[in-house]
């Protein structure tokens, strides 16, 4: 058995940074995904998000803006809320990979002006069973990962909010034979997110509809260093930017259209494909030691090179809303082929009924290999505010 056994590259597997592959006629050399570490950080936690084709930025607050844009507590209409979501990964081929997030936030101060939120989402790898060099069974470890974060979100006028965000990872993926710990060893890393939200009620026609712009920088901090430092890696740092409109169709009758646009703020890793002549090998590696040092504020600016509009993903979604008790939903994300060839249709449905709210959303890629495809997540909300309504009735 090897004296370290990491298991990077099942973690990025299961994120699905490389869960698509790119088509026959793409070259090998113009197939170039990013990779980085911790990439559960990027699923989307929530059923309505994800119904919508992994979109939320510029949305209406509720209470998984945590995830995708914090600043937009400030505007969420209840005092306090909070939800809980499960989402399984890779159903059709194991049943204990899965990604859960709790999240909730608090508006303070006595008035409606700021908000302090958090949120904890837990992604388990499942059991894996570990195997010495003839093939005996050596115990099995459980691999997982997992991020801590707390936010503040403040109106700066009438219809601008900005929040900050602090975040703690951990990803527990490695193996070591000499760990003094059951054989596992860990990473940590601190990030931290600033965002902004708009929002305005234009008059068109008879009708008020409502126009928000978002946008999150998000999970910019250190990198994790897996194998005592011999494989560091970048943190997904991400910039997401969208937009989304809201017009009434009749009484109680709204329709929103949603588009967000993704950037993953983190440098491409030298190819040794991309390396010809008689010194290739040894400036591949010089290259590769660059990148390895390279600082993750280095490597914001680093990825804009040639490719990087091909790096960016699309979303657009529609979300129906009857008397805010009653939601329909469906989108669509896509990535370019030559970055992940990540494609799949969202669609959802939400109940609201007094303080509690489910919503479900379904996925069905199409591009092959997606860990989503034909795959139901839920999300379960609760308003504290109107919980504590109902007794106070008492």
């Known amino acids: 058995m090897k004296l370290t056994k990491t298991l990077i590259l099942v973690s990025l597997a299961m994120a699905g ?22 990439t559960s950080l990027g699923i ?20 998984n803006s945590q995830f995708w844009n914090p600043a937009k507590y400030a505007f969420a209409y209840s005092t306090a809320g909070a939800s809980l979501s499960y989402t399984p990964w890779l ?86 034979e000499y760990s003094s710990t059951e054989g596992t060893t860990g ?95 040894s400036k591949y590696e010089e290259d590769l030691q660059k990148w390895k040092d390279k600082s993750s504020i280095s490597g914001i600016f680093d990825s804009f090179d040639k490719d990087w509009a091909k790096r960016i993903t699309e979303s657009i979604g529609l979300e129906y809303a009857y008397n805010q008790q009653f939601f329909l939903r469906a989108g669509y994300f896509h990535e370019s082929k030559f970055s992940g060839n990540r494609q799949y249709f969202g669609m959802g449905a939400g109940f609201a009924l007094n303080v509690i709210k489910i919503d479900a959303s379904y996925m069905i890629a199409t591009a092959q290999n997606s860990p989503l495809d034909q795959t139901l997540r839920f999300t379960l909300s609760f308003d504290l505010d109107g919980i504590k309504g109902l007794f106070g009735r008492r």
């Open 17 to 38: 940074t490389l869960a698509a592959q790119a088509d026959d006629d793409i070259k090998n050399t113009e197939f170039n995904p990013v990779t980085t570490g911790v």
């Open 44 to 63: 989307t936690p929530d059923a309505r998000g994800a119904s919508m084709g992994d979109l939320g930025v510029a949305t209406d607050p509720d209470v």
């Open 91 to 176: 159903r059709k081929i194991v049943n204990d990979i899965y990604l859960a997030n709790l999240a909730g936030y608090w508006k303070i101060g006595g008035g409606d002006n700021q908000a302090v939120s958090a949120s904890m989402r837990y992604f388990s790898l499942g059991e894996i069973q570990m195997t010495g060099d003839q093939g005996s069974n050596i115990g099995s470890i459980n691999p997982y990962e997992m991020a801590v974060d707390v936010a503040y979100s403040r109106k700066l006028s009438e219809k601008f909010s900005m929040a900050v965000a602090l975040r703690y990872i951990y990803s527990n993926l490695g193996y070591s």
């Open 187 to 281: 990473a940590s890393a601190f990030a931290a997110d600033i965002a902004g939200y708009y929002t305005t009620y234009p008059v068109i026609g008879r009708n008020e509809c409502q126009w928000s712009l978002g946008w999150n920088l998000s999970n910019i901090g250190s990198k994790v260093s897996y194998d005592h430092g011999d494989n560091p890696a970048f943190l997904p740092a991400n910039l997401r930017i969208g937009t989304a409109f809201t017009f009434p169709l009749a009484d109680y009758h709204n329709l929103t259209v949603s588009l967000d646009a993704n950037k993953l703020l983190v440098p491409a890793k030298p190819r040794l494909s991309d390396y010809s002549g008689e010194e290739s090998e």
